[in-house]
């Protein structure tokens, strides 16, 4: 039941699909509906993250951390020009493992919230 609230996310990859059912296991329905509309409100396709990564390199470093709530990073990406454009490079190249790391965080949060609300 709970796959089926997840398989229609966008870049959606069979780790996160795991991982997403394993939290939401133990949930009952009305939980694992509320889980998945306070995921999907707050996920960050890594296709996105790969194009706010790009921005970095001609408009203004660091802007994927702070779109994925880094702050201290994207402030320090910002003096230092992406520190000297090697960090932007680094990570255009993790940019999965960024959205991943960011997506795990608000699915915890969420999952938190959930089992709260019911």
Known sequence: MNSQLFMQLKGITPNELQFLEQ?????????????AMLYTSKRKDPQDILIFTLLGFVIVAGVQRF????????VLYLITFGFCFIG??????????IAQ???????????????MIN
């Open 67 to 74: 779109v994925t709530g880094q702050i201290g990073m994207g």
């Open 101 to 115: 790391e960011y997506n795990q965080k608000v699915a915890l949060e969420a999952a938190n919230m959930a089992r």
């Open 23 to 35: 939290l939401t296991g133990s949930m009952s329905d009305s939980q694992a509906k509320n889980f």
């Open 88 to 97: 932007t490079l680094v990570d255009l190249i993790n940019y999965k493992s």
